[in-house]
């Protein structure tokens, strides 16, 4: 029987139109509120999936604006009051069901430091939603699985939508509006070579680099929610840091490379840790040792990026379903986490 998790992965590039053609007056009023605001920084607002969102969005923005982009605690405001001063800034906050009260309150509190507030949430209205001077629908639909998946995607394509709006950014614009086709392709690719090389590994490592980072933080969580796996992502440079004297024979590692800058430097991290005996596949054809995935190139670095989640999703699911598990509702997990 197919689980809620894998019709939702399905439902990704419709979900990514919808979102596209539903909300696109409050996209572009997003953008110009941030043209007109020019913001010297900007914050986000966020936990687990969506903080991975953010994540994205801060490489996005960071490479495409020029502008800086930092993740603030949300329990600045709910648990010790801080008034940041944020008037010069924009500030992104994303929740799913937008009724979080720690991430509600630290909204709440950007808006009166006076920054131009952008809420992304798949639920409107809602307390999110009036906290921020700009609520977007991301209109990912009705989403059972307790994992999400297109709520996650369509968070980060809201907020490239914006980013194009906002910068004016042609190509980047060019790149969002060709993201449904580009997903319909993304979700057919099969990624269960890794299933086998992964075997009774009770760890792993995800790397990325950039906004491959973001999406190798998402995918290590999806490991723990889904399959009970414990999964560390780090970025390509940083795992040298100290976290590879753990890599050894059989180790297994996914190395998420997208079609940007950092691409050698990934495939050259793949191929090192592959000379350590790992079992490292990549998403790249510049390794040599690594073993490789397909992937999809979007002709654009940052949602070239983005689409190498959606065949993580379609592993993830049944690599959870392969070890007796369901993923449609993990262990210890509700769908919408309310946190003070």
Same mark, same amino acid.
């Given at each position: 029987?197919?689980?809620?998790?894998?019709?939702?992965?399905?439902?990704?590039?419709?979900?990514?139109?919808?979102?596209?053609?539903?909300?696109?007056?409050?996209?572009?009023?997003?953008?110009?509120?941030?043209?007109?605001?020019?913001?010297?920084?900007?914050?986000?607002?966020?936990?687990?999936?969506?903080?991975?969102a953010a994540l994205f969005l801060k490489y996005a923005?960071?490479?495409?604006?020029?502008?800086?982009?930092?993740?603030?605690?949300?329990?600045?405001?709910?648990?010790?009051?801080?008034?940041?001063?944020?008037?010069?800034?924009?500030?992104?906050?994303?929740?799913?069901?937008?009724?979080?009260?720690?991430?509600?309150?630290?909204?709440?509190?950007?808006?009166?430091?006076?920054?131009?507030?952008?809420?992304?949430?798949?639920?409107?209205?809602?307390?999110?939603?009036?906290?921020?001077?700009?609520?977007?629908?991301?209109?990912?639909?009705?989403?059972?699985?307790?994992?999400?998946?297109?709520?996650? $995607?369509?968070?980060?394509?809201?907020?490239?939508?914006?980013?194009?709006?906002?910068?004016?950014?042609?190509?980047?614009?060019?790149?969002?509006?060709?993201?449904?086709?580009?997903?319909?392709?993304?979700v057919k690719l099969d990624w269960q070579d890794f299933?086998?090389?992964?075997? $009774?590994?009770?760890?792993?490592?995800?790397?990325?680099?950039?906004?491959?980072?973001?999406?190798?933080?998402?995918?290590?969580?999806?490991?723990?929610?889904?399959?009970?796996?414990?999964?560390?992502?780090?970025?390509?440079?940083?795992?040298?840091?100290?976290?590879?004297?753990?890599?050894?024979?059989?180790?297994? $590692?996914?190395?998420?490379?997208?079609?940007?800058?950092?691409?050698?430097?990934?495939?050259?991290?793949?191929?090192?840790?592959?000379?350590?005996?790992?079992?490292?596949?990549?998403?790249?054809?510049?390794?040599?040792?690594?073993?490789?995935?397909?992937?999809?190139?979007?002709?654009?670095?940052?949602?070239?990026?983005?689409?190498?989640?959606?065949?993580?999703?379609?592993?993830?699911?049944?690599?959870?379903?392969?070890?007796?598990?369901?993923?449609?509702?993990?262990?210890?997990?509700?769908?919408?986490?309310?946190?003070?």
């Open positions: 029987m197919q689980t809620n998790m894998r019709r939702e992965i399905d439902e990704i590039p419709e979900a990514a139109a919808r979102l596209l053609d539903g909300s696109s007056d409050a996209l572009k009023a997003a953008g110009a509120a941030l043209k007109s605001k020019d913001p010297a920084f900007l914050v986000t607002i966020a936990r687990g999936s969506s903080d991975h923005i960071e490479l495409t604006a020029g502008r800086p982009v930092a993740s603030l605690g949300p329990s600045l405001a709910s648990i010790y009051g801080a008034n940041l001063k944020l008037g010069g800034a924009a500030a992104i906050a994303i929740s799913q069901s937008g009724k979080s009260p720690d991430i509600v309150a630290m909204a709440q509190s950007a808006t009166r430091a006076g920054a131009v507030s952008i809420a992304l949430t798949n639920t409107v209205p809602s307390p999110i939603a009036e906290a921020c001077t700009h609520p977007l629908d991301i209109l990912a639909g009705p989403e059972l699985a307790v994992a999400a998946t297109k709520s996650y $995607v369509n968070s980060i394509v809201a907020g490239l939508a914006v980013l194009g709006e906002w910068t004016g950014d042609a190509a980047l614009k060019r790149a969002v509006a060709d993201l449904p086709n580009q997903f319909a392709k993304a299933a086998a090389d992964l075997g $009774v590994a009770e760890s792993l490592y995800v790397l990325g680099r950039g906004p491959a980072l973001a999406i190798a933080s998402e995918a290590a969580l999806k490991f723990k929610e889904t399959s009970g796996m414990h999964a560390e992502a780090y970025s390509s440079a940083e795992v040298l840091h100290g976290p590879v004297a753990l890599v050894g024979a059989k180790f297994p $590692v996914l190395a998420l490379a997208a079609r940007d800058a950092a691409e050698a430097s990934v495939a050259e991290s793949a191929d090192g840790m592959s000379n350590k005996g790992a079992v490292v596949h990549v998403t790249s054809a510049r390794a040599q040792k690594a073993k490789r995935l397909p992937f999809v190139e979007t002709g654009h670095p940052i949602t070239d990026a983005l689409t190498l989640i959606l065949p993580f999703y379609g592993f993830v699911e049944a690599w959870s379903r392969s070890r007796g598990l369901n993923p449609d509702a993990p262990a210890s997990l509700r769908k919408v986490t309310e946190t003070r």
